[in-house]
């Protein structure tokens, strides 16, 4: 991993997990694999929380485990799975997918299961309408099945699936006192499971409950004492599930090609009608200006039967990430460089001469663009020489731009932008701490005053508690923030073009 990279890890878990599971979870990835003695050791943290530690980076999908250099009979070795860790750059973007999907039920499905890691179906159908009948008018609460109806439909679609079970072998807990950790297989890929996608039968019927907040301490332990018999009623329990992060990354590059081409074809696609029962002789024209598009989006094999239209991905995924750094490079350097790197992009190689006469910039100005370019490393200079030694008079000096090392350069600026906002938001929070705490025990009093059905005069002399200047700066703050959390996702969108340009170049194993 590059070094932006492991910075942003660092931050995310922070930001999500604290101090401790931060400083566990770098150290692993600097350290690639480790025991967790070693780990314990080197952290110079003590064993207890390591292990604390561990078990929420486990219980996210962030860490695996298997058996270490010894063999199966020494003790388990630990590494990270960095590509989760920076999955959670997405999760309000999976969140918004879920609930343009599927509702308001499906987001809040998607949101618990992204913050417990992996829930069971009953838990996660409980604890999602008792959120939702919260929010209802007095009288109203939302049933148990309407849940697990948009439970089915994400786990029909493969958004959620099923945690694949832990193999195990070895002595039982009696006997493993004084021996070795038992032999540990980390679990299989969740798609290597043949019932990833099969629903248990879960008994469980009725509807939200809706909690006072007088009742709440009493209730959350009436809950933990009832956890066992509960769960030992419902059916499923050991049948755990998680967010699939693959089928939502496939319906963001799906979502990405299809704005990109109605935004070049848009005329076409607001004359589609809305069913499908679409004239041979309208769907042809379609087909044609899809495959005779410059995009290449859309390619056409075979001639038998009319041929088979085919979309081709990687085309698709490359021309996203051209406009990208096209993009890119006109908002950093100006129209102008952005139209020399364009033509690069399309002629290949190109003199300095042959740049200033095609892109129609006075010699000087081509010039410094080029060499600004070059600088950055967003433009390379290939030198072919006539003769063998090399001498200037008689080489040729191309401009070039590769397309891959570039779409790389961009994503390690990328990762460190992102880092950049993070930085910014834990140091405005960490700033206004005192003021941040003492708005939610306010809020937090309003709510408990309004549930018990106090007085206008109460909840405003409550509200007066935050003078004119803090509200002030509380709206400041909050201004601030929600426009880092707007950059970072834009930001984010950037990189999921980027790294799926650049996984659809690499062979497949």
């Known amino acids: 991993m590059t070094a932006q990279e492991v910075r942003l890890c660092g931050l995310l878990l922070q930001e999500h997990f604290g101090d401790v599971v931060e400083k566990v979870g770098t150290h ?11 780990l314990a050791h080197e952290t110079k943290l ?53 609930k343009s999907l599927y509702g308001d039920t499906g987001e809040l499905i998607v949101e618990e299961i992204l913050q417990r890691g992996q829930m069971t179906m009953s838990s996660t159908v409980k604890t999602v309408a008792d959120r939702l009948t919260h929010n209802m008018p007095e009288g109203q609460s939302m049933d148990y099945s309407e849940v697990v109806s948009a439970f089915s439909r994400l786990v029909e679609t493969h958004f959620l699936q099923r945690c694949p079970p ?38 469980l019927t009725g509807q939200g409950k809706r909690r006072r907040s007088s009742e709440d ?79 290449e989006f859309v390619g056409r094999t075979g001639d038998s039967g009319g041929g088979m239209y085919v979309v081709n991905l990687h085309r698709a995924l490359a021309n996203l990430a051209r406009a990208t750094l096209e993009s890119v490079v006109q908002e ?12 690069l992009l399309r002629k290949r190689h190109l003199e300095q001469k042959q740049v200033e006469d095609f892109a129609m910039v006075p010699a000087k100005e081509a010039k410094d663009m080029l060499y600004t370019l070059l600088s950055e490393n967003l433009v390379q200079l290939q030198e072919i020489p006539k003769t063998p030694d090399y001498a200037p008079s008689r080489t040729f000096y191309l401009y070039t731009v590769n397309q891959l090392p570039t779409a790389r350069l961009l994503l390690q600026h990328c990762y460190k932008t992102v880092g950049n906002l993070i930085e910014r938001r834990l140091y405005e929070t960490k700033e206004n701490k005192r ?17 018990t059905g106090a007085e206008a005069a109460q909840l405003t002399e409550v509200e007066e508690m935050i003078t004119a200047p803090e509200r002030q700066q509380l709206e400041s703050l909050q201004h601030h923030i929600n426009k880092l959390d707007s950059s970072e996702n834009q930001v984010d969108e950037t990189i999921f073009l980027l790294e799926s340009y650049i996984n659809s170049t690499q062979a497949p194993p």
Not at 28 to 38: E, M, P, W
């Open 166 to 203: 832990m193999a195990s072998a070895g002595s039982s807990s009696s006997e493993a006192v004084n021996t070795p950790l038992p032999v540990v297989t980390q679990p299989t890929k969740p798609e290597d499971h043949p019932e990833c996608y099969r629903l248990p039968y879960i008994n």
């Open 332 to 343: 950093r350097f100006g129209s102008r460089s952005a139209r020399i790197f364009r033509l």
């Open 435 to 451: 003021l941040l705490e003492k708005s939610q025990q306010i809020e937090a009093i309003l709510a408990s005053l309004q549930a």
């Open 46 to 98: 003590p064993l207890d929380l390591v292990k604390k530690s561990l078990c929420v980076l486990m219980q996210h999908g962030m860490c695996a485990f298997g058996a270490g250099r010894r063999g199966p009979a020494g003790p388990v070795e630990y590494h990270i799975i960095c590509e989760h860790i920076l999955h959670m750059l997405r999760y309000p973007r999976y969140i918004y997918t879920a």
């Open 217 to 295: 301490g009493e209730a959350e332990q009436r809950a933990a004492k009832k956890t066992k018999t509960d769960n030992s009623e419902r059916g499923d329990e050991g049948i755990y599930w998680q967010v699939n992060f693959q089928r939502f990354h496939l319906h963001f590059r799906d979502q990405a090609i299809i704005s990109a081409v109605s935004c070049k074809l848009d005329q076409i696609f607001r004359a589609l009608p809305f069913s499908y029962n679409i004239a041979r002789p309208i769907l042809d024209q379609y087909l044609t200006l899809l495959v005779n598009d410059p995009m």
């Open 28 to 38: 692993l990835i600097r350290s690639g694999v480790l025991t967790l003695r070693a």
